[in-house]
């Protein structure tokens, strides 16, 4: 069977047997990936760390006739070293991660997505953001055509006095229509932004009861549509 070469990020590994690990990989070409990669939990391995959670590697493949293909090489292309030293930079690592492996699909490629998560980690390595999670998060649900609506009322149509979200109904409600989740215009407005071609001015916001709005209603959004909770975001509010 045929090798291959294509980029990747390491989401996810876990032990097989006493010197492999199954590794999960977003590849640029060839989408979601599970591969072995045989010894790499030896002393002398010949990937060393490149095989971690956040590597983003070049790498050869091997596609056998089961569902897990073989590592043969992986080479470095972004260490992200500040991010792994980081505790709070892991952590939002770890929830982008986790995230771009739920809707990322098997043998399905989509650059976009592997794109997006790259750029998002050179972002947190370089200068982190309160809100890059949760615009990731959105931007994910936009790629896919799920992104709530958040400039006009999804119920009545209406454009005035709109204060609430929620996401059983679509996106933002007025007034009149509200129910859901109660959300302010300063909120609003940094949605609507990082849905709307606007992501640097939206990732320049500080004020911290707005990001943390526009967290809840990012990761509540994700997790609606994911069917599940994000685990490792979860994780960050009781820290």
Not at 13 to 22: A, H, P, S, V
Not at 39 to 44: A, L, S
Not at 198 to 214: I, M, N, Y
Request: glycine share 6%; charged share 30%.
């Amino acid at each position: 069977m045929p090798l291959y070469k294509d980029d990747a990020v390491v989401l996810r590994t876990w032990k097989l047997g006493e010197t492999d690990r199954i590794i999960v990989l977003l590849t640029a070409g060839n989408g979601q990936v599970r591969a072995v990669a045989k010894g790499v939990r030896k002393p002398r391995s010949k990937f060393g760390g490149r095989l971690e959670p956040t590597s983003h590697i070049s790498v050869q493949l091997h596609q056998g006739r089961s569902e897990l293909q073989i590592i043969t090489q992986a080479e470095t292309i972004d260490t992200f070293a500040s991010l792994r030293m980081d505790p709070d930079r892991f952590a939002d690592a770890s929830a982008l991660l986790e995230v771009a492996e739920r809707i990322s699909s098997e043998a399905e490629g989509d650059k976009r997505r592997y794109e997006m998560l790259v750029g998002a980690l050179r972002v947190l390595d370089k200068e982190p953001a309160a809100l890059l999670v949760p615009a990731f998060y959105l931007k994910a649900l936009a790629q896919e055509g799920l992104a709530p609506a958040f400039d006009v009322c999804v119920r009545c149509r209406s454009v005035d006095d709109l204060v609430a979200v929620d996401l059983r109904e679509g996106g933002v409600l007025c007034s009149e229509c509200r129910q859901g989740r109660a959300v302010s215009l300063p909120a609003l407005a940094v949605l609507r932004a990082i849905l709307g071609g606007q992501l640097a001015t939206a990732l320049a916001v500080e004020d911290s009861r707005v990001c943390d709005e526009v967290d809840a209603v990012a990761t509540e959004a994700i997790e609606y549509h994911l069917e599940r909770r994000i685990r490792s975001r979860r994780v960050m509010e009781f820290r």
